[in-house]
T-cell receptor
Framework: GQQVMQIPQYQHVQEGEDFTTYCNSS?????IQWYKQRPGGHPVFLIQ?????EVKKQKRLTFQFGEAKKNSSLHITATQTTDVGTYFC???????????FGQGTTLQVKP | DTGVSQDPRHKITKRGQNVTFRCDPI?????LYWYRQTLGQGPEFLTY????????KSRLLSDRFSAERPKGSFSTLEIQRTEQGDSAMYLC????????????FGSGTRLTVV
């Protein structure tokens, strides 16, 4: 079945360092979504990418969707302690609204 | 409308008991989803509704799990004869009736089966 995989599983960085998480799907996606889950919280929608090769920015966060629409990345520039949490990518299964989530990348930021 | 509400926030039950969770989605959202999340994992799909119709149920779910959305508004998820392996966070989410919309998740119900 369709799978969404993320690497790395964990990342520890010093505050101010950059961070990147990568997402790969076993199938071509119509779109890719990114969510952030703070410790003890629930996933919160960050952004959706739809077009091949699309790049979107939210302040220090840069999201990319691969040309083949099977991979994506999230890059955070100059991390802050407020960036701590688990970042999930998710892609819809076929033409349903059902999202398949990756296992997430947990970011720890040392002040 | 303050978002997706779930009740209760926490539930501790003895093995073998039945439990029921409730989810109130955002009122304009036609789609409602149930996911389960265990520690260190991403949300795992359980089932989803479009209005009152249950469109898909995960093959991973046993017959002990059932969900309803009787009037296309709130939804309930029932687990019968709970087992320790059912211990998890149960997340409800809603979205608009299009593929390309993000989910709004509730705060979840944490189930502990002892």
């Amino acid at each position: 079945g369709q799978q969404v995989m993320q690497i790395p599983q964990y990342q520890h960085v010093q505050e101010g360092e950059d961070f990147t998480t990568y997402c790969n799907s076993s199938t071509t996606l119509s779109n890719i979504q990114w969510y952030k889950q703070r410790p003890g919280g629930h996933p919160v929608f960050l952004i959706q990418l739809v077009k091949s090769g699309e790049v979107k920015k939210q302040k220090r966060l840069t999201f990319q969707f691969g040309e083949a629409k099977k991979n994506s990345s999230l890059h955070i520039t100059a991390t802050q302690t407020t960036d701590v949490g688990t970042y999930f990518c998710a892609g819809p299964r076929s033409n349903t609204g059902k999202l398949i989530f990756g296992q997430g990348t947990t970011l720890q930021v040392k002040p | 409308d303050t978002g997706v509400s779930q009740d209760p926030r926490h539930k501790i039950t003895k093995r073998g008991q039945n439990v029921t969770f409730r989810c109130d989605p955002i009122s304009e959202h036609n789609r409602l989803y149930w996911y389960r999340q265990t520690l260190g994992q991403g949300p795992e799909f359980l089932t989803y509704f479009q209005n009152e119709a249950q469109l898909e149920k995960s093959r991973l779910l046993s017959d002990r799990f059932s969900a309803e959305r009787p009037k296309g508004s709130f939804s309930t998820l029932e687990i019968q004869r709970t087992e320790q392996g059912d211990s998890a966070m149960y997340l409800c989410a809603s979205s608009q009736d299009l593929v390309n919309y993000g989910y709004t998740f509730g705060s979840g119900t944490r189930l502990t089966v002892v």
